[in-house]
């Protein structure tokens, strides 16, 4: 017997009968998987003050909102302008369909930043095609948040 859900869950319990037997069994959903993201969203401040800290996060998700993980190289972030990434961007998702990353900025750092966010889905490593999504945002550096 296969099983779909278009939600993920864990340990959900399922009634199976058959010929007249009944038996509870637990059973785990992951939702659609791996290559099949459908909405990408970006999170960030529009404005940041100098001399701080801010974090930007990234969300996969399928055509029913559960998350997607996308292996290495599917996902491409950049960052253009003031300020230092902590580590490297990341390159992919988590098993939530969740990424993040944190940059620090200087106490004269001034002007735009520009995060974009890309996702190849189908693993052409163009993220151009129709089906791959791009999610820019721009953060305003040395203003009061």
Known sequence: MTLYST???T???VTVTANGVSKEVKVSFTGIGVGEGTAL???A???VAAASTFQVTAKLADAYGNGVEATAGRV???YTGAGIVFGTLPDKTDATGALSFSALLG????GLVTVKVQYDQNG????VDA???TVEKSILVGVSA
């Open 107 to 110: 106490a004269a750092d001034k």
């Open 45 to 47: 401040p529009a404005k």
């Open 76 to 78: 491409k972030v950049t």
């Open 124 to 127: 052409d490593a163009d993220f």
């Open 41 to 43: 969203t970006v999170t």
């Open 11 to 13: 340990d959900s319990v």
């Open 131 to 133: 089906k791959d999504l």
């Open 7 to 9: 939600t993920a869950l």
